[in-house]
């Protein structure tokens, strides 16, 4: 006699193969019947209110501002004209790694932080230094140069 050519695990492999089919086809089912079909054009509408948040109202014609083209910045916004004529400045070092060669400047008439090189400087600079130097512009911005200390 012969052995029959299937056994229980090729039983069970296709048993659980028919109920993923089967499950797989309720689930197909479920989502078709859940669809809102026959939705309207404005039903899928978005807008964008005042805020720039999305709605699914129109925006209220009352808040609505005017806006110049030429006021959008995109990108990198313009740096102001550089003038030699303020070159000289005093200040106060807020940051200074001695390790990596590099600081930061707090300018005592304009407030900003201007970056400053070990290869700028004309004494050694310790953090809450009182400081003169000059303003070069640099590729990013302003750079300390001629640092000396203050007395």
Request: glycine share 6%.
């Amino acid at each position: 006699m012969a052995k029959s050519q299937e056994t229980w695990n090729k039983k069970d492999r296709e048993k659980k193969k028919q109920q993923s089919k089967k499950e797989k086809e309720e689930r197909k089912q479920e989502r078709k019947d859940h669809a809102k079909e026959g939705k309207s054009f404005e039903d899928m509408l978005a807008y964008v209110d005042e805020n720039g948040n999305i709605s699914s109202k129109p925006p209220d014609p009352m808040k609505m501002r005017k806006v110049n083209l030429e006021d959008i910045e995109i990108g990198v916004p313009k740096q102001k004209a550089y003038d030699p004529a303020d070159a000289f400045r005093s200040g106060i070092v807020t940051f200074f790694n001695e390790a990596k060669g590099f600081g930061f400047i707090k300018d005592q008439q304009t407030q900003e932080s201007i970056f400053v090189h070990a290869n700028g400087l004309r004494d050694q600079i310790k953090e809450n230094n009182r400081v003169t130097f000059e303003v070069e512009m640099g590729h990013k911005g302003l750079n300390a140069v001629n640092v000396k200390l203050s007395n």
